[in-house]
């Protein structure tokens, strides 16, 4: 499986972006997909949602404000990110996990969120 992110960029606080994430390859055989960001420093989870879409999960600190889905027909996942803050800076990077395929990382995407 391979992914690609698309969508980041330079926005202001309490603005938005919408991130995508478009996969190629074995990706029947996805089950589920996440987003995850770094900072200078470790990487750490944002959110995730199985592969019917029914169940997602996400971290505290973006509940509320950034929304996950997918388009299976397309092959693409997407975060809707809402009322952006600085803190929100980083490297968002997908990635995808299933029975039988290696867990796949695309290259990252920057979002620089100013004050």
């Known amino acids: 499986v391979q992914l690609v992110e698309s969508g980041g960029g330079l926005v202001q606080a309490g603005g938005s972006l919408r991130l995508t994430c478009a996969a190629s390859?074995?990706?029947?055989?996805?089950?589920?997909m996440g987003w995850y960001r770094q900072a200078p420093g470790q990487r750490k989870f944002v959110a995730s949602i199985?592969?019917?879409?029914?169940?997602?999960d996400y971290a505290d600190s973006v509940k509320g404000r950034f929304t996950i889905s997918r388009d299976n027909a397309k092959d693409t996942m997407y975060l809707q990110m809402d009322s952006l803050k600085p803190d929100d800076t980083a490297v968002y990077y997908c990635?995808?996990?299933?029975?039988?395929?290696?867990?796949?990382w695309g290259q990252g995407t920057q979002v620089t969120v100013s004050s």
């Open positions: 990635t995808a996990w299933g029975l039988g395929i290696s867990t796949a």
């Open positions: 390859g074995s990706t029947s055989s996805i089950n589920g």
């Open positions: 199985t592969s019917d879409g029914g169940w997602t």
